[in-house]
């Protein structure tokens, strides 16, 4: 079957030597394993509904199903496979620890691969926060993570209350969900996290202020300490406020240096744990090693997952040891010994350093962007363009429709249409954000210039299908 590259399938896999022609759309209906899945999985599976393809072998940010159609992958697994898929070194690594004999998960028990991995995480801190840091492994989901560093804060300010923001995602379990946002997540739930209170994120395009850029941020901040100050405002101090430096689910939104900065001098003011989510956005991705540096300020308690594993299933939280107030044993979990995960994440953590990934995260982040905004001057149904590094979105919306409050109406249905015309010409990428309305991009940090350049001349190609040109 011809592809919908134009080329054969080894050059796509060999990093596109050249851009190539979209001249043939994918059959996507559902073929055997896909229709095998559908009848035995439960209905709670979400990605197969939205990118209708079986998977069968992989390379670097390619993707090749079981009808031999190839894809461009802007997922990556949510944002874990920062190396992409399949790397040679992370192979060997996995296959080397296999070799050694060690178990595959050894509970918090103590094996060389722990030691390094450990030591490998200290290395990619900040310097200063690295110095003091404890690092405490939780269970293999970043939930799990979110979790521990909701128990630690409590205990240790011996307070219950926590502050999250709107548009948040932290997790399904039962104190994460209670802080993420969604409301369409949390309407058939009960019995979550009590006392939990929300307060707006600086989200420019659509800012609860009505100002937008740092005058709608800096608003949000003064509303927040207003709240702290004032003792009839009905919410009682938090042990901790937890935060996203960029918003991920919640629609690719980034804090401002100066938002962060205001907050980190707040908590620090108030005695309260600053907590930074960081399980999507970190390791590499924002073009900085952890998005928090480019503010120049540290977290209480740095949550990671997805990449931290190398693409295995892991999470810790790290914090200042004099936040170290556990009991031995009193928060544990079956696997968060994963030797596999040890071994990957730390290897990865040394090929992004050596390779000088977060530099490329940042140049093909600028170059995505940029490619973005003339494909907006097209078509004014994308309302917005923004990110960081390579973790970048744009709002869909009707432009010539409002909503109550003056804003553009966000638009779904379109958005949906055109992340389906995409994956028809060989481009995978996510929705997000308001009403769904955002498209999401999350390519591996590996991803090259000529493979942005596909990006964008794919997603012209989608756009042109749907709207006409």
Known sequence: MQNVLNIAPQTC???FQEVPVIDTIYDLTLDNVMLSQEHYESEVRS????????????RGVIVEDTKGQVYIDCLAGAGALALGYNHSEINQVLIEQLNTGVPYQTLDLTTPSKDAFIKAVMKFLPPNFAKNAR?????????????????????????????AFHGAYHGMTNGSLALTGSLSAKERRTG???DVHFFPFPYSYRCSFGLGGEAGAMQGIRYLESVLCDDESGITKPAAIIVEPIQGEGGVIPASALWLQALRRITTEHGILLIFDEIQCGIGRSGDNFAFEASGIEPDILILS??????????VILYHKKFDCWNPGEHTGTFRGNQLAMASGAKTLEIIARDNLTENARLRGEQLREGLIQLQKKFPQIGDVRGRG????????????SNKLGQAEADAQLASL?????????????????QGAVLRFLPPLIISEVQIDFVLSTLASAFSSVLGD
């Open 306 to 315: 997805k990449a931290i594993g190398g693409g295995m299933p892991m999470s």
């Open 47 to 58: 990605y197969p509904r939205r990118i209708p393809i079986a998977i069968k072998t992989t």
């Open 135 to 163: 690092i405490q492994f939780c269970g293999p989901s970043g939930s799990d993570a979110v979790e521990a560093s909701i128990k630690l804060a409590k205990l240790y300010t011996k307070r219950n209350t926590m502050i």
């Open 418 to 434: 055109i992340q389906r015309a995409a994956l028809e010409r060989g481009l995978i990428i996510e929705k997000g954000g308001r």
């Open 192 to 194: 979550l996290m009590s």
């Open 390 to 401: 390579l973790m970048n979105a744009m709002e869909i919306v009707k432009p010539t429709i």
């Open 13 to 15: 896999i060999n990093n």
